[in-house]
């Protein structure tokens, strides 16, 4: 008569030990420019492309067990940036990507910049025209090449494309600066559109969009600021800080990924 109990004892000992195995880490890939990467934190453990541990995606990594963190997002990143350094992180195994992209490469830095001059030095409204245009007619392509990388490389990912904060809130509390409430007014219709063309092109692709507006609202420069205003070094300037990426960004990529 066989004995069948040391085989079951055996068989319940091996899935005991599979049940015990730790779960693979989820591959998380953070993609984009340096609104992605930390660049207003102050604080860089990565000084070339400004990637900070007080970033939403490094905050993201620490707060979700089982998180492989590769962290892409590079400060001062375009589109083409993107397509060249940085989706060659994708793989299919990737289960989250996050993404900002598109304000490098309508140039809203330097809108911003030439903004900030006196009146008769400035060209603001010419180069505000200027950024609307690029946002309506050309940015709309490139990131559509963007998306159909992220989503050819990462097909089984879920995706969260994230929007910019409106940077101004009617006040200019900066002794170097001269952003008058038309400027202002005018740069928040920019980020506006930014907005729009990137969650259009984004909801395409089947990817979440997230709006950084809202949540930034009441929190502008010079309003209880989770943006810097004009900063030393000057490349810390209108980018979220540490409360701004903690606070601001990352509740909305935990919305999508939790």
């Not at 004892?9 to 989820?26: C, D, I, K, S, T």
């Not at 962290?71 to 350094?85: I, P, Q, R």
């Not at 598109?102 to 200027?130: L, M, Q, Y």
């Amino acid at each position: 008569m066989s004995r069948p109990v040391p085989r079951i004892v055996g068989l319940a000992v091996a899935l005991l030990l599979l049940l015990a195995a730790p779960a693979a880490a989820e591959r998380y890939v953070a993609l984009g420019d340096s609104y992605s990467s930390g660049t207003g934190t102050r604080t860089y453990f990565d000084s070339g492309c400004q990637r900070s541990v007080y970033s939403y995606p490094y905050l993201l990594s620490q707060q979700r067990p089982n998180t492989q963190l590769v962290f892409a997002a590079c400060s001062g990143a375009k589109t083409g940036d993107v397509l060249a350094n940085q989706v060659q992180q994708l793989t299919a195994s990737t289960g989250i990507v996050t993404i900002t992209i598109g304000g490098n490469d309508a140039g809203f830095s330097s809108v911003i910049t030439e903004c900030a001059k006196p009146e008769w030095a400035s060209v603001c409204d010419t180069r505000v025209n200027s950024a609307q245009s690029y946002i309506r007619n050309t940015l709309p392509g490139q990131l559509n090449n963007v998306y159909a990388q992220i989503r050819s490389r990462a097909p089984s990912a879920r995706v969260v494309v994230l929007g910019y904060p409106r940077i101004f809130a009617g006040i200019d509390c900066n002794a170097g600066t001269w952003f008058d409430t038309d400027d202002m007014q005018m740069l928040n219709a920019t980020a506006d559109l930014l907005r729009d063309t990137t969650r259009a092109r984004a909801q395409a692709y089947g990817f979440t969009f997230k709006d950084a507006i809202p949540p930034f609202t009441g929190h502008a420069v010079c309003q209880a600021e989770w943006i810097n205003g004009l900063s030393n070094p000057i490349g810390e300037s209108y980018h979220p800080n540490r409360t701004g990426h903690s606070s601001g960004y990352l509740p909305l990529v935990r919305q999508v990924v939790g």
